[in-house]
């Protein structure tokens, strides 16, 4: 089994992504968007601020 292969089986396997979900509270979010909008350029806000919203969704499906 291959790097690629191994990879996919973790990110497909339903207790990863169950733990990730768990990870995915909106504080941790906002944390992750504050701490990127820190060292992205200015420009970049509003993306990040969409994909923390994206995240925070995803976390409570």
């Given amino acids: 089994m291959g ?8 990110v497909t396997d339903p207790d990863n992504i ?3 979900k768990e990870q995915l509270n ?3 979010v906002d944390a992750a968007t504050d701490k990127l ?3 992205a350029p200015d420009k970049a ?5 969409s994909l923390g919203e994206k995240a925070k969704d995803f976390g409570q499906s």
């Fill in 45 to 49: 806000d509003g993306l990040i601020d």
């Fill in 3 to 10: 790097l690629f292969d191994k990879a996919k089986e973790f």
């Fill in 18 to 20: 169950e733990k990730a």
């Fill in 26 to 28: 909106d504080g941790n």
């Fill in 37 to 39: 909008k820190e060292i």
